[in-house]
């Protein structure tokens, strides 16, 4: 066939395009040599990435810790959920602990899955290469091949050893997913064990569980022995008390920062005190529970505060806490006779055996009469020693009634024990003992910290300190008063948490205040109007506390006169302001809500509210002009006296007779007030006297100059003026008129001139009629 010269182009590119389709699907081995150094640098970026993801690894070392401490930890709780007696308290700890094993355990199970599928593609990928016939360094004549067989060989060198090592990585991934779904596995399976027990102990918690105790054999027919038993119980409180601690350690730190504190304060203390200098000003200290090294009172301290903080903890670490109590008072106790230390020495004795009794669970009549017998011993104690325990540091009646608590709790014990009732009978046999220990802890805690006040009070009043401005009786009474009420919380918290109480009443009572309620349109829960009515109460208390900081708690008119500025009363406006808006918000109650409240308060202020609002914005405005201080001599009408307390409503003035008045700002600000200290002290005295008209008035006024030169509380810069008022038939009236330093030492200084005067007088032989 022949073709036009013009199709001749036409056919050449069909031509080329031919060999250039053919050249893409030849095998590869015919390349070009830019196609096999491409994949020589693929080969090489992978193994380099490989590598460096297996030399960074994957964390398989920590990973297999977790692994192995969850599954140590489950496998306890395992071991632990085989005793027999385990309380509602330890069951709910055992599902927290499952719950965060669980959670641990999803998340190691998570990084391995990331791990195993990132492995997989690596994997996939050196497989890939170590496949690809271009980069097989093989004995052919291929001229390009051969150029580059050396870094061919040393590649599927380095393929061969990532692969070996993605692929342990691979299998070692396996393993521990494996293990991990073992756990998961076991995790479950004790999740469900838990909550049986649980619903079983919620049916027969006041049910019989064991057969009364006159049916029962001498020695259980138990499957494990009673080490096993303990030793089981062991495990499993163990486990609970480290999971307690490594999720309350923030909690534990705080305690142990304020025991830090309350050591330092009181050993500071203990030096300033044992100074001679301070000693011969404050006298010999002696108390019996503080020293200047206070390490045991601080632990006490610090044991007592540790309930307010861990409200939640378990039984078992509830009751080692009281043993180490019980240790701590015995350090401190002195003054007891022999049969009192012999009493005391088996109550710690008798209070041990009985926490490590509580754990096994065999129902013997040999068991339970030891536990009985325990019980009547504390019975015993009760009747006849503590019932005649004096403390101090609470009302008598609070003491009689923690041990009559006690010892019913005791009895009841016996009954339920003789019935059948055996984890209850535990229960609260030892939750009444607890608030034995506790009541006897509590009243050393308070003793000590009233020691530190008493201690403080007697530094700062030397050093002129905080307590030096207050009063010392009523602030230990009030200090006490307080300490009683922390008691009362800190013994109520221990005693519920031990019955398994106090979580059944904190949700209830967390449930009543939040729960929302509704009084027609308004809005609001018990918890809020709680809150409104604490932070209020607290303002109102720091408010009247703010001039005792400011050195303004006492005024009195003996010493030099001492103005002090109106900021007492300025910081007083601001705390009410901020507790105010704080309480509005805290009550929850809705800005339009509060316009309305507003608005029917411009109502009551119309009707009959104007005086309180005049003397509150007088006292807002008395704090601004500042027309008198605290410590000013003002003197308003028929009232006159020394400024002692700007309120927000009204102030306080101290006169002379030693008597308070207290006077509405609005008269403050609205009558003609008289400030004789505004600007100075010092004031101009008067005094009316008459002598004979043929007195020498010379002499006289020499005599007068003379005996004021000598008074004291004189101005000496300031000359004394005598001046002729009035001449009547036979006399002549004198005023006159001196300068006295202070308003307050005037009526001294009137005195003493006069006395002094009639004696000068008298030997000039001039009458005073």
């Not at 995790?187 to 102990?201: C, F, G, P």
């Not at 504190?261 to 529970?289: C, M, Q, S, Y």
């Not at 918890?527 to 009247?544: D, E, P, W």
């Not at 007088?761 to 009458?767: F, G, H, S």
Request: charged share 20%; hydrophobic share 50%.
């Amino acid at each position: 066939m022949k073709y036009p010269l013009a199709k001749l182009p036409l056919l050449l590119l069909l031509t080329i395009s031919s060999l250039f389709s053919y050249a893409q699907v030849a095998d590869s081995t015919s390349k070009i040599p830019d196609t096999l150094l491409f994949k020589i640098k693929q080969a090489q970026s992978t193994v380099t990435e490989v590598n460096s993801s297996n030399k960074q690894g994957y964390n398989f070392e920590v990973i297999a810790a977790a692994v192995a401490k969850i599954n140590t930890d489950v496998a306890a709780l395992k071991q632990g959920l085989k005793a027999r007696d385990i309380d509602t308290k330890a069951l709910q700890s055992y599902e927290l602990i499952l719950k965060d094993a669980g959670n641990k355990l999803e998340k190691v199970k998570n990084a391995l899955m990331k791990s195993n599928d990132n492995l997989q593609k690596m994997m996939e990928k050196v497989l890939a290469l170590s496949n690809d016939t271009v980069l097989v360094a093989d004995q052919s004549q291929d001229i390009d091949k051969a150029l580059y067989r050396n870094q061919l060989q040393v590649i599927k060198l380095r393929l061969q050893n990532t692969g070996e090592i993605t692929g342990a990585n691979l299998e070692r991934s396996g393993k521990l997913l494996a293990q991990v779904s073992a756990i998961d596995i076991l995790i479950n399976d004790l999740k469900t064990a838990v909550a049986d027990r649980m619903q079983q102990q919620g049916k027969v918690a006041l049910g019989r569980e064991v057969p009364v105790l006159w049916e029962s054999t001498w020695l259980a027919n138990e499957k494990s022995s009673i080490w096993e038993q303990i030793e089981n119980s062991y495990l499993g409180q163990k486990q609970i008390i480290q999971y307690f601690f490594s999720s309350t350690w923030d909690k534990r730190i705080l305690l142990w920062l304020m025991a830090l504190v309350f050591f330092v304060w009181v050993h500071r203390n203990a030096r300033l005190a044992n100074r001679p200098a301070v000693k011969r000003k404050i006298g010999e200290l002696k108390f019996t529970d503080l020293h200047p090294f206070p390490f045991l009172a601080t632990l006490i301290v610090a044991l007592n505060f540790l309930p307010l903080l861990e409200n939640d903890a378990p039984s078992i670490y509830i009751e080692i806490i009281q043993m180490v109590l019980l240790l701590a008072i015995t350090k401190h106790l002195s003054g007891l006779s022999a049969t009192q230390w012999r009493v005391w020495i088996q109550f710690i004795v008798a209070y041990f055996i009985l926490i490590s009794v509580a754990t096994v669970s065999n129902q013997g009549i040999a068991f339970r009469l030891l536990l009985i017998g325990l019980h009547l011993f504390f019975i015993y104690l009760g009747l006849r020693f503590f019932s005649k325990l004096r403390l101090q540091q609470f009302p008598k009646k609070y003491v009689k009634a923690v041990f009559a608590v006690g010892i019913f709790l005791n009895g009841l014990a016996i009954l339920l024990n003789v019935f059948g009732r055996l984890s209850l009978s535990k229960v609260l046999a030892l939750a009444g003992v607890v608030g034995w220990i506790q009541l006897l802890a509590l009243a050393t805690f308070i003793q000590i910290l009233l020691d530190a006040l008493e201690l403080q009070i007697r530094i700062s009043a030397c050093s002129k300190g905080i307590f030096s401005r207050i009063n010392h009786g009523k602030t230990r009474e009030s200090v006490k008063k307080i300490l009683w009420w922390l008691a009362i919380v800190v013994w109520s918290v221990v005693f519920l948490n031990h019955l398994n109480l106090m979580d059944v009443l904190f949700n209830s009572l967390q449930n009543a205040l939040s729960k929302p309620r509704a009084f027609g349109a308004v809005h609001f829960s018990f918890g809020n109007i709680l809150f409104f009515i604490f932070i209020i109460y607290i303002a109102n208390k720091i408010q009247k506390s703010v001039p005792i900081v400011f050195g303004e708690g006492t005024l009195s008119y003996e010493g030099q006169v001492e103005q002090k500025s109106s900021k007492v009363a300025l910081i007083r406006l601001v705390i009410i302001i901020v507790a105010l808006l704080l309480a509005l918000t805290a009550s929850g109650l809705p800005m339009d809500r509060v316009t309305v409240v507003l608005g029917a308060l411009g109502v009551g202020i119309g009707l009959g509210m104007q005086n309180i609002v005049n003397n509150f914005v007088s006292g807002v405005i008395l704090i601004f002009e500042r027309p008198f201080r605290i410590g000013d001599f003002v003197e308003l009408a028929d009232k006159k006296g020394r400024v002692k307390d700007i309120g927000i409503r009204s102030s306080k003035l101290l006169t002379q007779q030693g008597s308070e008045v207290i006077i509405p700002n609005g008269d403050l600000l609205s009558g003609r007030l008289v400030n004789w200290t505004l600007s100075h002290d010092y004031v101009k005295t008067e005094l009316l006297f008459k002598v004979p008209v043929e007195t020498n008035l010379d002499q006289l006024k020499q005599l007068i100059e003379e005996q004021i030169a000598k008074t004291q509380h004189r101005m000496d810069h300031l000359p004394p003026e005598m001046l002729v008022n009035t001449i009547a038939a036979g006399a002549i009236e004198i005023k006159l008129l001196a300068w006295v330093e202070n308003i307050y030492a005037e009526p001294m200084f009137k005195s003493e001139l006069m006395i002094g005067l009639i004696k000068r007088l008298n030997e000039a032989e001039i009458k005073i009629l």
